[in-house]
């Protein structure tokens, strides 16, 4: 498994802490806060791949925290979390950039293979990203390059 950085957010204490020392333990690098303003301010000072955000919590909720992660972070993947089924939250997330939408309780073999999908997709947005300013940087100024037509007299 390639080494990517994720940041776990759920404003439950214990399964945060369960879901931590289980991804340590498959030698993931994780982290975890328990709010959404915890994971802004996370967020600021460190890097991080993929975020795992629990939708429903007290003060910043889920949405408003993916929202704040996307300006932020554009390319950090979000796979948010609920033990809630709702398909408008679901919609709402999807829309405000989430990369995907899991379940409580959690499968970690499926947890696990959603956080390197979304590896992969932020691997391959940040590839394009380089491609493409390596393009611009090597590519000439068309205003250097003016010519003049006809005489001027």
């Known amino acids: 498994m390639d080494e990517f950085n994720v940041l776990f957010v759920d404003d439950e204490v214990d399964f945060l802490e369960t879901l931590l020392k289980r991804m340590k333990k ?14 802004v301010a996370y967020l600021q000072d460190h890097a991080v791949d993929i975020v795992v955000l629990d939708v429903r919590m007290p003060g910043m909720d889920g949405i408003e ?10 390319l950090t993947e979000v796979v948010m979390l609920t033990g809630h089924a709702c ?3 679901a ?6 950039g989430a990369f995907d939408y899991l379940m409580k309780p959690i499968n970690i073999d499926e947890l696990l293979y959603k956080l390197q999908d ?5 691997s391959i947005q940040q590839e394009k990203i380089q491609r493409l300013e390596e393009v611009m940087t090597a ?4 205003t250097s390059n003016t010519i003049t037509v006809g005489s001027s007299s």
């Not at 925290?65 to 554009?74: A, E, G, V």
């Not at 919609?91 to 405000?96: I, L």
């Not at 590519?139 to 068309?142: A, F, G, K, L, V």
């Open 65 to 74: 925290t993916l929202k704040n992660i996307k300006k932020i972070s554009p």
């Open 139 to 142: 590519r000439p100024s068309i």
């Open 87 to 89: 398909l408008e939250i």
């Open 91 to 96: 919609r709402e997330g999807m829309e405000a």
């Open 118 to 122: 979304a590896y992969q997709k932020k």
């Open 26 to 39: 498959r030698q993931l690098n994780a982290s975890g806060v328990n709010s959404g303003e915890a994971a």
